[in-house]
Every structure is written in structure tokens, then in C-alpha cells.
Nanobody
Framework: QVTLVESGGGLVQSGDSLRLSCVGSGRTFQKYAVGWFRQTPGKAREFLTL??????EVADSVKGRFTISRDHAKNTVYLQMNSLQPEDTAVYYCAADQLADDLRAGVPDFWGQGTQVTVST
């Protein structure tokens, strides 16, 4: 069993940066691929990026602006978001699965509760 807790969301202005954190619990957490998604009302959850050991994938929609990283000692995965725009406003979720394919497809074993990011003009 893995529990994920996101933090770091908030209200920022256009052009600002923000770093989200996802702390995982469970003895096997380090073996899991971890990813970030976002969702706005009425839309499907959107895959953003994932990290599997030291391999990363980034969706084209955020490539060059969002970076994922992982601190195994702290059981934490980060999402660094730069040059934020109003269209980045969403609830951001982290998720974990032992299979990167399932994570990327949006059907991971575990989800966090989400953290709201709001970008004002």
C-alpha cells in the first residue's frame, strides 16, 4: 500500500514559478514510478510527466516548462513549474504505479488527494 500526499499548490501570477511536492509512504515506494497529472472541471485528467528511477517522460504540452525530480532519501517527488500561465490553473495530482505504462495511461494503482494551482493574469 502506498499513500501519496501533495503540497505546494497556491495562487500565483502569470510568469511565476511553483514547486509541488508529493510525499510517498510505504516501504516499497522507491520501487514505484511516480507521475503528475492535472485536471480542470469537466475535463479528463491530463498526464504531465513521470519519473521511473532516473528516467523521465514529459508531455509535449508542458515540455520545457515543467520538470520532475525525485529525492529517494525523502520519499518525495517534485514538480517544478516555470513560466506559469492562466491555462495551467488546475488541480494537480501525483500518482504511483509499478508500471510506467499504467501510470502514463492514467490508470495507476495510487492517487494523491490533489493540490490546487491557480494562476492569475
Amino acid at each position: 500500500q502506498v499513500t501519496l500526499v501533495e503540497s505546494g499548490g497556491g495562487l500565483v501570477q502569470s510568469g511565476d514559478s511553483l514547486r509541488l511536492s508529493c510525499v510517498g509512504s510505504g516501504r516499497t515506494f522507491q520501487k514505484y514510478a511516480v507521475g503528475w497529472f492535472r485536471q480542470t472541471p469537466g475535463k479528463a485528467r491530463e498526464f504531465l510527466t513521470l519519473i521511473e528511477w532516473f528516467r523521465t517522460e514529459v508531455a509535449d504540452s508542458v515540455k520545457g516548462r515543467f520538470t520532475i525530480s525525485r529525492d529517494h532519501a525523502k520519499n518525495t517527488v517534485y514538480l517544478q513549474m516555470n513560466s506559469l500561465q492562466p491555462e495551467d490553473t488546475a488541480v494537480y495530482y501525483c500518482a504511483a504505479d509499478q508500471l510506467a505504462d499504467d501510470l502514463r495511461a492514467g490508470v495507476p494503482d495510487f492517487w494523491g488527494q490533489g493540490t490546487q494551482v491557480t494562476v492569475s493574469t
